[in-house]
């Protein structure tokens, strides 16, 4: 396992951006692939995106796809979610997860191994 911090969360206005970041603590972060979950008060975490190890290909929710985008610079250590034209309905706390499987089809929870301690995002409207 490994250790990963988010950040970038924050109040938002519906149709605006933001974008969250997640270091991992790791020597090499190029064997993980990299995803981010969300999970908003009384619902399951669920899936938001997930990225490869080398950033080729990514998987959307279909509730983000079109709005959201995840990056990540392997030299930083670092993974991204930009987010823009935000709704309500992505208010949630979201948290960074890594996975040393090389690719995850329908990827869900417990595909991963490693968590972060979340950040929160609120949006109004």
């Known amino acids: 396992q490994v250790r990963l911090a988010e950040s970038g969360g924050g109040s938002v206005q519906a149709g605006g951006s933001l974008e969250l970041s997640c270091v991992v603590s790791?020597?090499?972060?190029?064997?993980?692939?990299a995803g981010w979950f969300r999970q908003a008060p009384g619902m399951e975490r669920e899936v938001v995106a997930i990225?490869?190890?080398?950033?080729?290909?990514?998987f959307y929710a279909d509730s983000v796809k079109e709005r959201f985008t995840i990056t990540r610079a392997n030299a930083k250590m670092t993974a991204y979610l930009e987010m823009n034209n935000v709704e309500p309905e992505d208010t949630a706390m979201y948290y960074c997860?890594?996975?040393?499987?090389?690719?995850?089809?329908?990827?869900?929870?417990?595909?991963?191994?490693?968590w972060g301690l979340g950040t929160q995002v609120t949006v109004s409207s």
């Open positions: 790791t020597y090499d972060f190029r064997p993980y692939i």
């Open positions: 997860a890594a996975s040393r499987r090389p690719w995850v089809v329908n990827p869900k929870e417990h595909d991963f191994e490693s």
């Open positions: 990225i490869d190890t080398y950033g080729q290909q990514q």
